[in-house]
């Protein structure tokens, strides 16, 4: 605590923070755009997700080999390079078709954010794709023999047993995944979507400063990760605990 004082004093005593103010809406508005990113790929992903984790466990192989082959190629490969192949692969081919420019579809298509929504998205839900399938693997065999014997339908079972069990056992796993994908987010901004990252990059080039810019980003992403964090944690005191 003593360390962390005497770093935010020498900051405030021998740093310039004169620009703040002026650019002060700017940041705001990015953090705004950042965790607008963060939850709507973390909401769209774990959607995702749980059919991704389901099919690995008790699909056919014409949905389990799908399922197993997007997380191995999507957690296999850097997320830059998807983003770039999203944006820069697949975006500059829809100009080329006027059936897709003259749809409704063009006024998005035509924006960044639309993909970077969707690789952040296969991202999440490839790797919690994976830990919901070892959660659903997980669930204690003889509770879904019991709900079975009570005449419990597949779907009320899924919906009331297996589903809730499995997401408080991947809950710490997946308030880490939230973390990693908050970090993950400052990526949209090379494919020019304005986030957080983006506006202290542009007040970088501004006022040719260098570390009160960046302290100021890390100090931002370090209050959304600690109150991710304690999210979390409250979240995870409130739920009932089951015994085996």
């Given at each position: 605590m003593a360390v962390g004082a005497g770093i935010v004093f020498c900051a405030a005593w021998f740093m310039r923070w004169d620009w703040l103010p002026n650019y002060a809406g700017a940041i705001v508005w990015g953090v705004g755009v950042t965790l607008a990113m963060l939850a709507s790929t973390s909401i769209l992903g774990f959607f995702l997700a749980?059919?991704?984790?389901?099919?690995?466990?008790?699909?056919?192989?014409?949905?389990c080999v799908p399922a197993r082959g997007f997380c191995t190629v999507i957690r296999g490969t850097p997320l830059l390079l998807q983003l770039w192949?999203?944006?820069?692969?697949?975006?500059?081919?829809?100009?080329?078709?006027?059936?897709?420019?003259?749809?409704?579809?063009?006024?998005?298509?035509?924006?960044?954010?639309?993909?970077?929504?969707?690789?952040?998205?296969?991202?999440f839900a490839?790797?919690?794709?994976?830990?919901?399938r070892g959660a659903f693997a997980?669930?204690?065999r003889g509770e879904l023999e019991a709900a079975r014997a009570y005449g419990m339908s597949r779907w009320k079972l899924f919906w009331r047993i297996w589903l809730p069990r499995a997401v408080?056992?991947?809950?710490?796993?997946?308030?880490?995944?939230?973390?990693?994908?908050?970090?993950?987010t400052p990526l949209v901004a090379t494919i020019t979507v304005?986030?957080?990252?983006?506006?202290?990059?542009?007040?970088?080039?501004v006022t040719f400063l260098t570390y009160e810019p960046l302290l100021l980003?890390?100090?931002?992403?370090?209050?959304?990760?600690?109150?991710?964090?304690?999210?979390?944690?409250?979240?995870?005191?409130?739920?009932?605990?089951?015994?085996?």
């Open positions: 749980v059919p991704l984790g389901l099919a690995q466990v008790t699909g056919p192989w014409w949905l192949l999203l944006y820069f692969g697949l975006g500059s081919l829809f100009p080329q078709f006027p059936e897709i420019r003259q749809s409704f579809l063009w006024p998005y298509l035509r924006e960044a954010w639309p993909y970077g929504v969707a690789a952040l998205t296969f991202s490839a790797y919690e794709g994976e830990v919901m997980g669930v204690p408080h056992r991947a809950l710490p796993t997946l308030n880490g995944e939230m973390v990693l994908q908050l970090k993950a304005i986030d957080v990252y983006a506006v202290v990059s542009k007040v970088r080039q980003l890390a100090l931002i992403y370090l209050i959304l990760t600690a109150l991710l964090v304690a999210g979390f944690r409250y979240f995870e005191k409130r739920l009932p605990t089951w015994s085996a």
